[in-house]
């Protein structure tokens, strides 16, 4: 053995005799607390004056109040020429001066820090030496600023020259014994045009091996969607938020993580409309809210409400809860003509007669068992669900992230079925999206499972032979590294080692592999978790100005109501050098392919050109360069809005499932990971949770007082938590703190990525594929 070998197996032992012992297994994700753990109710309106004035205090802390202030007015104005903001995948309006929100800007102003990481913080600190920072501070030490490559000799970060950068990964590529010995990941922060040749050099390149984020966030809904109604994507837009008669709002916390939802919600209750929230908490978009932009509104303290009515089911109850307003909905149509619309079930749908035997066979006993929710309530939604012309159902990671998410979003679209609610203004399917563009690099290619047509097209226009066969999704891509499969990995965005389940699993795993690549901004886990060899990939980020040979360049975006406009940054640069995403792909794409037809570098000057492509191999881009400049852009053709469904019946299909068991046994919870208000995903800004009342703590577990009592608990109590994985396996976890909160009995949750050491790789549904980080079946007892 060399000597870094034996380091890496002393090290080894280490963290297995920590894992043994249950102690957290990494260093701490968030940042020293500055005091005392803290929890008490919050109890004012959401977004308003706590807001700005933790806006203020975090644009202070970043040194960027007057350039923060000022770029913060272009955000979401792409039309004079601004940035789609990266925070979040809520569409812009034209009608707003100033269309933000306290987490946008922090996410903003989190890239436009006036903070350096140079070769001499590589030089001064080893990157063992940087495994034990916490996620917080490595974040916290600002923009990375030129290439770097792993040293393994000095165990030192050093800096690398782009052309020698991408040679490394050219060279590494084209030694594969073949090109599934590659993995291409991306989180949703790309860029069409980016996220377009990113695609297109994974494929020429021979594999599909191409996971993304949304294999972890909303792939069940697409799967749901694609099956129930022909296509993978929502069927409203803002006009339908404005015309809507009544919203559920189901598993979002959207006073955090999608604030701009917000607006529509209060306008929508000051008209008189519905808003019912379905979540096992109530979180603060659940309650009242201050419009952020509603200056009068913020001067004279008015808070309007968010929501009529408030469903706190078991986790995982909303199937069955989707049951019960189907119920209810189909005995109030033995009686009321327009409880359902016949005719619309009769011309679009298929699967109805079946659906509706089942829902007879389906009793309200077993509803409300595995609903946990009272009869009087479900009959309550429904009721504000027949009272309403036109609906919206909206859903979030509260329903994607369980075993049997892609039957729930069906039994979802179902019940809009049942009314006609489909098709029309102001009425529904809309699934709140993650990262601001992961619905568009999804239309630009990046899937590990493409479709022959769009294969086919590829190959007719760019003249390349793409594989066939599905490639590896983000699960399929941790096992293959763990079998030493995989040789070569990039990260194009994200952070790999932190976003997925399993933390020790996939850490281990990454460290199998040859060659671990990263375009990134930040600095984070996943370099210092890296393969044995390594590249840092610093590049724009979308504030900044990205100026090629055929001047400034735009890049476009799709955000969650499929509207495709233009974004472009305005800011200097964070180091001169800094390459933009498609400059990196097409150096990486040239090095591996050198004998590649495809013009990388010249797409690379003038992004019209990857554009007129695009136009050319997407379906509904047509015309391309000239729609995405029209005023707002433009929206992709959405067939089932226009009553077009692309199933194999050609109509909408009911599904037929029966409703699964979500009742934990005697003595278990079900665990979710999700995020606190001061975060974005693996990016954590303060180890604060205002709207729920944290303060100066992450490590947590929320749990019902009567959970709390039956095992002794006292608030702040540390705890060992034990997860029961599919495989048989278990995972134990200690010292997080026991925190009193408004929770169903059986309900447990805490913060990712914290979390994600507890779940199993074996974890994921079988329905989607997606890890189950929102039902991890759990004991948690006193820390003895
Ligand atoms: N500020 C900020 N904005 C963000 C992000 C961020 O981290 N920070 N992340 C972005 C990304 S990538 C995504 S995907 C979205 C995520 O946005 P959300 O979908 O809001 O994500 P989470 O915070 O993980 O969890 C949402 C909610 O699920 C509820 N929940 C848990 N289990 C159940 C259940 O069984 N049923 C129901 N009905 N609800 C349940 C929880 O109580 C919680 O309120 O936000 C995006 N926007
Ligand atoms: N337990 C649990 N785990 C989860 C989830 C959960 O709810 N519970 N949620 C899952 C979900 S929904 C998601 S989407 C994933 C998120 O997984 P990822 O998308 O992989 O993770 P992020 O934290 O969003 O990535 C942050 C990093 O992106 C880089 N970055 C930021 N901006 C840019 C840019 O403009 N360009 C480039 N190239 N890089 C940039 C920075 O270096 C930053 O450190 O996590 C998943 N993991
Ligand atoms: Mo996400």
């Not at 104005?77 to 990266?86: A, I, K, R, T, W």
Request: with cysteine; net charge negative; glycine share 8%.
């Amino acid at each position: 053995m060399g000597d870094d070998e034996l380091f890496e197996a002393a090290a080894e032992t280490a963290r297995q005799e920590k894992a043994a012992a249950g102690e957290p297994l990494e260093p701490r994700v968030g940042p020293l607390p500055k005091g005392p753990p803290e929890s008490k109710p919050y109890t004012h309106p959401a977004a308003g004056w706590g807001a700005a004035k933790a806006v203020t205090e975090f644009l202070v802390d970043e040194r960027e109040v007057v350039v923060g202030s000022l770029e913060m007015l272009k955000m979401n104005q792409e039309n004079s020429g601004g940035f789609d903001c990266p925070g979040c995948a809520w569409p812009d309006t034209k009608d707003l001066a100033l269309d933000l929100c306290e987490n946008g800007i922090k996410h903003t102003t989190w890239e436009m820090t006036g903070k350096r990481v140079t070769r001499e913080f590589f030089a001064r600190h080893s990157v063992t030496s940087l495994f034990d920072w916490n996620d917080h501070d490595l974040e916290a030490e600002g923009r990375l600023t030129e290439p770097m490559v792993y040293d393994p000799d000095t165990d030192h970060y050093v800096p690398i020259r782009w052309a020698d950068a991408f040679k490394l990964f050219g060279d590494a590529v084209r030694a594969l014994e073949n090109p599934d010995q590659a993995s291409y990941y991306t989180s949703g922060r790309l860029g069409n045009e980016a996220s377009f040749l990113y695609q297109l050099m994974t494929r020429e390149l021979g594999t599909n091996n191409q996971p993304d984020c949304a294999n972890m966030c909303t792939e069940a809904g697409s799967r749901a969607m694609l099956d129930s109604l022909g296509t993978g994507k929502g069927t409203v837009d803002l006009k339908d938020w404005e015309a809507a008669d009544a919203v559920f709002v189901i598993g979002i916390n959207a006073a955090s993580n999608a604030p701009r939802m917000l607006t529509p919600l209060a306008q929508l209750y000051r008209a008189g409309k519905k808003i019912v929230h379905i979540n096992p908490q109530v979180e603060a978009g659940a309650t009242r809210t201050i419009i952020p932009h509603d200056i009068l509104a913020m001067a004279t303290f008015h808070a309007t409400p968010t929501s009529n009515l408030d469903i706190q089911p078991r986790s995982a109850g909303d199937m069955a809860l989707m049951r019960g307003i189907a119920k209810a909905t189909l005995e109030l149509s033995e009686r009321d003509d327009h409880a359902i619309d016949r005719e619309f079930l009769r011309r679009h749908t298929t699967g109805f007669d079946d659906y509706r035997r089942l829902v007879e066979d389906t009793s309200w006993d077993e509803i409300v068992h595995q609903s946990g929710v009272t009869k009087e309530d479900i009959l309550q939604a429904a009721s504000i669900y027949r009272g309403a012309d036109r609906s919206i159902i909206t859903w979030g990671l509260g329903v994607n992230q369980h075993e049997h998410a892609v039957d729930t979003i069906r039994e979802i679209i179902n019940v809009l079925l049942l009314r006609g609610n489909i098709g029309r203004e102001g009425a529904g399917a809309a699934p709140n999206r993650g990262h601001s563009n992961v619905q568009g690099n999804r239309t630009c290619g990046i899937t590990n499972a493409p479709t022959r047509e769009f294969l086919n097209k590829l190959a007719e226009v760019c003249g390349i032979d793409p594989p066939r066969e599905d490639g590896l999704d983000v699960i399929g891509t941790v096992e293959a590294m763990d079998r030493g499969d995989i040789k070569v990995f990039v990260g194009m965005a994200g952070n790999f080692a932190l976003a997925l389940p399993d933390t020790r699993y996939t850490y281990a795993a990454l460290r199998k592999v040859g060659l671990t690549v990263y375009v990134s901004t930040k600095l984070n886990r996943s370099h210092i978790v890296h393969g044995k060899r390594a590249l840092i990939l610093p590049c724009l980020g979308r504030t900044e100005k990205d100026v090629q040979r055929g001047g400034v360049q735009r890049l476009s975006v799709e955000d969650g109501d499929s509207m495709v406009h233009l974004s472009q940054g305005n800011q200097h640069p964070a180091s001169p050098q800094l390459l933009s995403e498609p400059a990196i792909i097409a150096g990486l794409a040239r090095a591996a392919l050198p004998d590649s037809a495809t013009p990388w570098e010249w797409y690379v000057e003038d992004y019209d050109r990857i554009r007129d492509t695009m136009s050319k191999v997407l379906y509904g881009f047509e015309d391309f360069n000239r729609r995405v400049r029209l005023p707002m852009g433009f929206r992709i053709k959405q067939p089932a809005r226009e009553l077009v469904f692309l199933t194999p019946s050609g109509r909408a299909e009911f599904s037929h499932a029966r409703l699964p068991d979500v009742v934990p046994r005697d003595g278990r919870l079900v665990l979710g990971a999700m995020r606190s208000h001061d975060q974005w995903n693996t990016t954590i800004y303060t180890d604060n949770d205002r709207y729920r009342g944290i303060h100066n703590l992450r490590t947590l577990v929320f749990m019902n007082a009567e959970d709390m009592d039956e095992r002794g608990l006292e608030e702040f109590q540390p705890t060992r938590i034990t997860a029961y994985a599919k495989d048989g396996t278990e995972r134990t976890l200690k010292g997080f703190l026991a925190v009193k909160h408004d929770i169903p009995r059986g309900v447990a949750a805490g913060y990712m990525p914290e979390l994600n050491q507890l779940i199993s790789i074996s974890d994921y549904s079988s329905q989607s594929e997606q890890p189950l980080m929102k039902q991890l079946d759990v004991t948690i007892e006193q820390d003895a």
